[in-house]
Structure formats: structure tokens, C-alpha cells
């Protein structure tokens, strides 16, 4: 059989799929040229996500005591109590006073919050936020905060469903991991929407991978919540060649926006944008972005720019690599061109970093995805540095040697090889080629 593959007479009617499974076997048994145990392997396997879960696991349950613990310390230190507020307000007020500071003020106090107004301490995001907190107003302050934070973990469990690689136990191992890693589960504790945007984000590449482009762009639309965590993913999706999801993402995402500045009206969207000017100043915003780099904001809005505009270059240069890599890229680039940032918002690069396991690369490069999780997970520690040097380096590495990160192969290529290779027609006036002798 294996010569009749392999016969030049015979080539028209080669099947690759055969002669690799046909070379497995033989190394199986030991009869091939490099012969292995697989058993030894996948012991080896298996002793390594036994190691990981239990660290996992150890790291999840002190995160998740962590979060209880600070909830039962005080029910109201978290994100979620401006949101609930901010839309109290608006049904309250109307929305064009949604960023009035003392009319929040005496939301907080009428939910007997026990929190004062201050540079950290406010309501900037997006009307949307308010607006989908709505219906939680209906329920009493803390179970509209778990109900919320029961959608949160239903976002990481579609986000982690879509995205993680692998199959069987590796996967929930992964899982559990999320949830020990301290971006997620701070941002749990917060009450932050991060978790729904890379739930979108998730969901836009599995609906790219089934060729559904314009469920794919409609999806992004949850960007609205914090737009700085995603803002070049849709352009991406254009550099990649996806024009009707980047068209479907732009016109959600517009109507979104124009329906917001309706509702605010001339004033609050005035109001609005002194706010978000302002969050820009504050000293603890710009410690986690390139300003505590550069020193001056001038000049880090220029180097941002720059930045953003090499990330979509990249996208365009390896669009041939299939969407997950033009996402991952976005997001990276992303982060790292932020001019507004937070802990929290990591989450992000966690989504990145699967997204790049996904597709065909060297067994190194998930050391590297794994060097940027512990850095985002000694955050506290270290600060942003080696986070941003991380999201840089991806960034130069993948510009500089793409083939360092990914597979020489594009990944349309590799898709198509575990299928079998339908024979060519054989030309009118060939002979049928003779059956092979038992």
C-alpha cells in the first residue's frame, strides 16, 4: 500500500492524509525512523496539567476568598456602586445631568453608600453603562451586584467556551486558571465590564472563524462599555480584509454613539468630555499607561498615535494569518497605546494571549504568553513596566520575526492539511491506472 502511495504513476491519486497517518503508525511501533513512546509522552502530559490544575486551584480559591472577603468589609467599594448610582440618576434627573458630580453625590448617599466624590471616586463611563445597569435599580443595592456579578462570570465562561485552546481537562484547567489570574478576578470584585467586551471580542473571532462577518462586527458594539480595552479591533477587522464585519461593527457602534449624544444633549456630552479630559490627568491613571514612560503627556499622545498606527500596519502586513492573530495584535497594540488604564483591564491581554495559542506557532511562544501573565499578575509588585515592555515586544517580535511567533505557514494553509486532498481529474485521454496485486 505504501508504494502504491508514493509510485509516480499513481501520483495524481496521492493521499497525504494516509501517508501521515501511515509514518505515525510506523513511529508508534518503533518501526519508523525516529521512534517514540507515546506513552511516556502523555504521562508527561498529564503530570503537567495535573500541576497546573493544582496551582490553578490553589490560586482560584484565594482569589475568590479575596473577593468575598473585601465585599463583606465594605458592600459598596466597588465600580459597580457608581454604575447602579449613575443610573438612579438618569431615571431620576434625566440623562443629560448623568455626569452632574453633585447630583451623583446625592445618589450615593441616598443608597447610604458612605463614599465621597473625588478624582478616582465618579461616574466617566459611557452612557451605555448606565443604561443596561437599569433594570438592576429595580432590585434592592447588594443583590443587583451579585446579579451582576453572576452575567460577569457568565461573560468569562462564554469568553473562556470560544477562545481557550486545547481540549478536555486542559481546557478547564485553563478556566480555573482565569479565575485565579488577579486582573479577572479584581475586576470581578469591581464590578468591571471588561469581562462582557472580551466576551464580544470572543465571540466576533469564533463568528469570523464560521465566515458570519456581520454577526461578527454587530457583536462589538458591547466595546461601547469601556471603548479604550478594544479600540482597534474593528479597524482591524478592515486591514484584515473582514470589510462587511468591520462595516457591521461601524454601524453599531455609531448608532450607539448617536443615540448617546441625543441623550446627553449639547451640555452633558460637554460635560462628558471635561470629565474624560480630566480622568486623563490624574496620577494614577497615567502611572499604568506610557505616560509614566515619557513624562509628558504632550508628547505620549504622539508616541500612542504611533503606536496604534504600527499595530493596524502589522494587522495588514500578516492578514494572511487568519483573524486571531490580527485580534491579538489589536488588543496588544491597544493596551499598550492607552491613554487610560487600569489593572483590571489586563483581562484583555489574557484574551489576546489565547487567541494567539489558537493558531499554528512554535512551542516558545507560549512561554512568552506565559511571561506576560505572570507580569500582569505581579502588577501590584512591579507596576505597568514590564506589562507595556511585554505588549511592545510582542509587538516588535511579531514586526521584526513573525516567524519566531508563528508557524511559516499561514494559517489558511494548515486549516486545510488534516482534510483529505480531493484527487485532481485525470486528464480525457490517461489510462485508468491498474488496480493494485494482492
Known amino acids: 500500500m505504501q508504494k502504491r502511495l508514493v509510485l509516480g504513476h499513481d501520483r495524481p491519486y496521492v493521499h497525504l492524509r494516509a501517508v501521515v497517518q501511515l509514518e505515525r503508525a510506523r513511529g508508534e511501533s518503533g518501526r519508523g525512523h525516529r521512534p517514540y513512546d507515546s506513552r511516556t509522552i502523555e504521562k508527561r502530559r498529564n503530570l503537567l496539567i495535573a500541576g497546573a490544575a493544582a496551582a490553578a486551584v490553589v490560586c482560584a480559591g484565594y482569589d475568590t476568598w479575596l473577593w468575598a472577603t473585601n465585599y463583606v468589609s465594605d458592600n459598596f467599594h466597588n465600580d459597580f456602586t457608581f454604575y447602579y448610582a449613575a443610573a438612579l440618576l438618569g431615571l431620576q434627573h434625566g440623562w443629560p445631568h448623568l455626569y452632574d ?14 463614599i465621597t466624590i473625588a478624582q478616582l471616586a465618579r461616574y466617566v463611563s459611557p452612557p451605555p453603562v448606565a443604561w443596561i445597569v437599569v433594570p438592576f435599580t429595580a432590585l434592592p443595592y447588594r443583590a443587583a451586584y451579585w446579579v451582576w456579578s453572576a452575567l460577569l462570570l457568565g461573560a468569562l465562561a462564554l469568553g473562556w467556551h470560544l477562545t481557550a485552546p486545547g481540549r478536555g481537562r486542559a481546557r478547564v484547567v485553563v478556566l480555573v486558571a482565569a479565575i485565579g489570574w488577579l486582573p479577572v478576578i479584581y475586576g470581578l470584585q469591581l464590578g468591571q465590564p471588561a469581562l462582557f467586551i472580551a466576551a464580544a471580542v470572543a465571540a466576533c473571532a469564533a463568528l469570523l472563524r464560521g465566515n458570519r ?75 499604568q499607561t506610557l505616560a509614566a514612560w515619557v513624562q509628558n503627556l504632550a508628547v505620549t499622545r504622539v508616541v500612542e498615535v504611533v503606536i496604534s498606527l504600527a499595530t493596524l500596519a502589522l494587522v495588514f502586513r500578516l492578514r494572511k494569518r487568519g483573524t486571531d492573530v490580527a485580534i491579538a495584535i489589536a488588543l496588544a ?71 519566531a511567533f508563528l508557524d511559516r505557514r499561514q494559517t489558511s494553509e494548515l486549516q486545510r492539511l488534516p482534510h483529505p486532498i480531493a484527487p485532481p481529474a485525470a486528464p480525457r485521454d490517461a489510462q485508468p491506472a491498474s488496480p493494485p496485486h494482492s
Open 101 to 114: 458630580l453633585k447630583l451623583q453625590q446625592a445618589e450615593l448617599d441616598a443608597i447610604r453608600s458612605n
Open 213 to 287: 462577518d456581520i454577526a461578527a462586527g454587530a457583536v462589538l458594539v458591547f466595546i461601547v462599555f469601556k471603548p479604550q480595552l478594544a479600540l482597534l479591533v474593528a479597524p482591524s477587522l478592515l486591514l484584515a480584509g473582514r470589510w462587511r464585519a468591520f462595516a457591521a461593527a461601524a454601524v453599531a457602534l455609531a448608532v450607539v454613539a448617536a443615540v448617546s449624544a441625543v441623550a446627553l444633549g449639547p451640555d452633558g456630552v460637554s460635560t462628558y468630555l471635561a470629565r474624560l479630559q480630566f480622568a486623563q490627568t490624574v496620577p494614577e491613571n497615567q502611572s
Open 333 to 403: 497594540g491597544g493596551l499598550a497605546a492607552s491613554p487610560y488604564a487600569h489593572y483590571d483591564d489586563l483581562t484583555m491581554l489574557g484574551l489576546a494571549g489565547l487567541l494567539l495559542l489558537r493558531v499554528p506557532r512554535p512551542a516558545w511562544t507560549v512561554g512568552y504568553v506565559l511571561a506576560l501573565v505572570i507580569a500582569a499578575e505581579g502588577f501590584p509588585l512591579w507596576g505597568a513596566g514590564p506589562v507595556i515592555a511585554g505588549e511592545l515586544g510582542l509587538l516588535a517580535g511579531l514586526a521584526l520575526a513573525p516567524h
